[in-house]
């Protein structure tokens, strides 16, 4: 197979733990990246992606964060749009409405209003702090700075992510992307772009998504792996996107990804 660029999801994916990659991820990454451009896609922001980069040692590659709403090629922005502030407001309405927490996300810049476990979690995994302050401080202090989301994270229960899911759906699926990241995990980033959308940005004049292998295991992961040459699921993958990959590999935890590349990348 004759790949020339390699795209990968980090979380449930790439990483073997819940916040880093194995040896064995690092030496097969090393064997191909002179043939291969390695470029690391997620919801995550810059810095908990970058310390993954330099792990692998492809710092010279660009990252995509936020689906796709950042593209970032070392301190250079290739690519950024981010939501519509009236909307970031009107969605912090309703989480008020349901008491849900919400994570604001711009660039580097990353706001709670407090702790939680879900919050120490994202710490922990992501090996990044984020600012504790009320989230309409961060608003008020955004529109004074003409700047808005990448992307939003709500903290929610079951009930009220089940709750307030639909009403998203309903209120606003045609200005946002919304992604179900698990039960109590909700992710909004603009309607026009996806991982896929960033990754075709990235695509040189002799490239072509022919050319690209990519892994995933989510449902943002579905297009990419859609669209690409080869698409590939790890093992512990959700069951849509198992259905639409063309091959699946061992789970995140046994090495999915660096098992695939030595059986299939020379």
Not at 159 to 164: K, Q, V
Request: hydrophobic share 40%; charged share 25%.
């Amino acid at each position: 197979m004759n790949y020339k660029i390699l795209c990968s999801d980090i979380d449930g994916t790439l990483l073997s733990t819940k916040s880093d990659v194995s040896d064995f991820t690092i030496s097969e990454i090393a064997r191909i990246k002179k043939m291969i451009r390695v470029i690391l896609v997620s919801a995550r922001m810059p810095q908990s992606m970058i310390y993954l980069q330099e792990r692998l040692c492809i710092e010279n590659q660009p990252i995509i964060c936020y689906n796709g709403a950042l593209v970032l090629d070392r301190t250079r922005e290739v690519f950024s749009e981010v939501i519509n502030f009236n909307i970031v407001e009107k969605v912090y309405q309703f989480a008020e409405k349901y008491e849900i927490k919400l994570g604001l996300y711009h660039n580097r810049e990353w706001y709670v209003e407090e702790t939680s476990e879900r919050v120490q979690k994202e710490i922990n995994y992501t090996r990044t702090e984020p600012v504790f302050r009320p989230t309409s401080t961060t608003l008020t202090d955004w529109k004074e700075r003409n700047i808005s989301a990448h992307k939003i994270m709500l903290m929610c229960t079951k009930n009220s992510a089940d709750t307030i899911f639909t009403t998203l759906i309903s209120q606003f699926s045609k200005q946002m992307r919304i992604y179900r990241s698990n039960d109590t995990l909700i992710e909004l980033a603009p309607k026009s772009v996806s991982k896929l959308s960033a990754i075709q940005l990235l695509l040189a004049k002799n490239e072509s998504l022919v050319d690209v292998i990519s892994f995933g295991d989510n449902y943002n992961d579905i297009e990419m792996l859609q669209a690409s040459g080869l698409g590939v699921a790890v093992g512990n993958a959700r069951t849509e996107v198992k259905t639409i990959a063309n091959h699946i590999t061992l789970k995140n935890t046994e090495d999915g990804v660096a098992h695939f590349i030595k059986q299939h990348l020379i």
